[in-house]
């Protein structure tokens, strides 16, 4: 594996409004993930996981550092580094299941016609094994299919990267589990690099071969551990249980 993503030495400070002060939220942040690379951020509420998230994406600028992708610095969003929220309502909410992946396609121009990007957004769709509601609204779905959709739709966008923003952080602890396993087998079929960020120590451990934990006020890398327990995890055997104590200490 080669080094990808390099988040090099970021700084950001958001305008207190009560006291009219800047409070650093992110300070030296620096960490790289290879190529294919499922890496996590690991951090107690508040310690600035999402803002991290979104100067990977592109969508707010660190104060200080950069965020190079293949050695190229990244100036502003691009399709090629897609987010996934935890926020239920990320789908167009107008646009049946099925178009919402279509529009993906159509986004990134791929397919020739709606009727060959239709047979492709089914297959993303099967492969996110959501049952036959492709033609339902948002509205119409569970929490759970509502995260199989949007991951249907970042799959069929072909994003080089996938930055997850706790997708699963809602859900119940049955659906989430189910979905942390069909993520690592699409991850592992695709071979795409994913930075996902949660505060859940075990869901770190079940997903990541890489984890930076974090630290807050203000958020910082406390360590940054290796998880090389063989897959598929088994969350109760005793080397996953041993990392969870270590982890849980730091
Ligand atoms: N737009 C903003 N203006 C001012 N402060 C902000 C803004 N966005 C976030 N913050 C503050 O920055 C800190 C980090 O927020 P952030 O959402 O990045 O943390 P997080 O680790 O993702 O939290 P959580 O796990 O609860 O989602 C928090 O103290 C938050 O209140």
Redesign the pocket.
């Known amino acids: 594996m080669t080094e990808y993503l390099h988040l090099k030495n970021i700084y950001k400070s958001?305008?207190?409004e009560k006291e009219n002060e800047k409070?650093f939220?992110l300070e030296n942040i620096d960490f790289t993930i290879d190529r294919a690379e499922f890496a996590a951020v690991l951090?107690?509420?508040?310690?600035?996981?999402?803002?991290?998230l979104k100067i990977a994406a592109g969508f707010m600028e660190a104060e200080q550092g950069a965020v190079y992708l293949a050695g190229e610095k990244i100036s502003g969003p691009s399709v090629d580094r897609i987010m996934v929220f935890q926020e239920f309502r990320q789908l167009f909410p107008w646009k049946t299941v099925l178009d919402n992946v279509v529009f993906a396609l159509q986004a990134k121009d791929i397919g020739n016609n709606y009727a060959e990007r239709k047979r492709m957004a089914c297959s993303y769709l099967k492969k996110v094994e959501l049952p036959d509601v492709f033609n339902y609204y948002p509205y119409q779905l569970s929490g759970g299919m509502k995260q199989r959709a949007a991951l249907a739709r970042t799959l069929a966008a072909d994003p080089e990267i996938m930055l997850m923003d706790?997708p699963f952080g809602s859900l119940d602890s049955q659906t989430r589990s189910n979905l942390q396993n069909l993520l690592i087998d699409i991850w592992q079929e695709a071979g795409k690099t994913i930075l996902f960020?949660t505060?859940d120590i075990e869901e770190a451990l079940v997903l990541a071969d890489k984890i930076i934990l974090m630290e807050s006020n203000p958020?910082r890398i406390k360590k940054i551990i290796n998880n090389n327990l063989d897959r598929p995890r088994d969350r109760v055997s005793t080397e996953f249980v041993r990392l969870y104590k270590i982890i849980a200490a730091v």
Do not use: A, I, M, R
């Not at 951090?43 to 991290?52: H, M, N, R, V």
């Open positions: 958001y305008q207190n409070k939220v951090g107690p509420s508040g310690c600035g996981k999402t803002t991290l706790e960020v505060h958020g």
